[in-house]
């Protein structure tokens, strides 16, 4: 589905990946992407998480620049907004939210009625919905699995935006649907407790850590100045 459903015809907000493409920080998304597609040798990535371990180190910007990417490499993409307490995508791409993932799981509803077209070819979104009082028993809802799986048949891609794991625990929750789990994290504001709390969540919960975007390196982190940074995530 790639009918543009934009509110009042609004352009999405600024993506660097399609305004910037040949910027560094683009180079850096589309190198995550193939990071990502040859992360697994004998099972192929349809799925992937993007959490982080505190809210505001960007995990939201870097899983709609992802889609886009997905998207612009000629992926059949969704952006799947599973974040039910702060949600974004439906600001990001400047689309309605009254149904979405939340209306999807408590209401009997077809899952066409909550696909929403965006700008860009290739790419479709699922907004939040409205935010639940109850968001985790939604999302360990058995109907979350169901459509998960028809999502993944659908699409080449599904890229999944969650809440921060060490706020809540959704993105445990969440991990499950997911053929893949990218942690994404301020350079300025993190600190090796924290990442090792959060991947210790995460491999409780059964995740496949792909690996670690350090949000906001500069060259005081790399000389090269790249503004995200893919590392593969290594026990320590």
């Avoid at 939201?60 to 995508?89: H, I």
Wanted: charged share 25%; proline share 4%; aromatic share 6%.
């Amino acid at each position: 589905m790639n009918k543009r459903n934009h509110e009042e015809g609004t352009a999405p907000k600024y993506l660097v990946v399609d305004k910037q493409p040949h910027a560094t920080v683009s180079e850096q998304f589309r190198t995550i992407r193939t990071n990502i597609m040859y992360s697994s040798v004998n099972t192929d990535i349809k799925s992937v998480l993007f959490t982080s371990d505190l809210a505001g180190s960007g995990k939201s910007t870097v899983a709609a620049n992802m889609a886009v990417a997905y998207a612009q490499a000629g992926k059949k993409t969704l952006l799947l907004d599973a974040d039910l307490r702060r949600p974004t995508s439906h600001e990001t791409f400047r689309v309605g939210n009254r149904e979405g993932l939340s209306t999807l799981i408590v209401n009997d509803i077809h899952l066409k009625e909550v696909i929403k077209g965006t700008e860009f070819d290739n790419l479709d979104l699922i907004t939040s919905g409205p935010i639940p009082p109850n968001p985790a028993e939604l999302l360990s809802a058995p109907k979350l699995d169901a459509i998960m799986v028809r999502l993944v048949t659908h699409y080449d891609m599904v890229i999944i935006d969650s809440p921060p794991i060490l706020s809540v625990t959704d993105a445990q929750l969440l991990s499950k649907n997911a053929d893949g789990v990218v942690l994404v994290t301020n350079v300025e504001k993190n600190n090796r407790d924290r990442l090792n709390e959060a991947k210790d969540l995460l491999n409780k919960s059964g995740a496949n850590i792909l690996g670690i975007v350090l949000n906001g390196r500069t060259a005081e982190y790399k000389r090269d100045g790249h503004n995200y940074y893919y590392q593969k995530s290594q026990a320590t």
